[in-house]
């Protein structure tokens, strides 16, 4: 199995920017899509964004697209975020999270249930100031 490990969380204020890293050990990264997920306080851990395999592809969710992109170097073993213009309402734990294959069906529709992915990373706390 895979090990992950989120980094490059902080305290910033509103409209700043943040790179997120996720770490991966252990089996042939490449052979895994990854995702990122965020829980703000009282909230349930939402999607954020994916990647496939090779990152030719990516998917994010509606809150983020157009801030937010996500990218991935196998040759490091790391996938990042990229999160421009935060906003308070970005404030949340952010967890990177991979699965075997692909990270959509077979339909084309991106995993976005927590389920979905097996491996979690300890995550990584992000804050933003208004």
């Known amino acids: 199995q895979v090990q992950l490990a989120e ?18 050990s252990g089996r042939t990264f490449s052979n895994y899509a990854v995702g990122w997920f965020r829980q703000a306080p ?3 851990r939402e999607f954020v964004a994916a990647i496939r395999r090779s990152g030719s592809g990516t998917f994010a ?14 040759a490091k073993n790391t996938v990042y975020l990229e999160m421009n ?41 992000v804050t933003v100031s208004s």
Request: with cysteine; glycine share 14%.
């Open 61 to 74: 969710a509606d809150s983020v697209k157009g801030r937010f992109t996500i990218s991935r170097d196998n």
């Open 7 to 24: 980094s490059g969380g902080g305290l910033v204020q509103a409209g700043e920017s943040l790179r997120l890293s996720c770490a991966a």
């Open 85 to 125: 213009g935060l906003k308070p309402e970005d404030t949340a734990v952010y967890y990177c999270a991979a699965k075997l294959g692909s990270p959509y069906d077979s339909i084309g529709r991106y995993y976005t249930a927590n389920h979905e992915y097996p491996y979690w990373g300890q995550g990584t706390q």
């Open 42 to 44: 009282g909230k349930e």
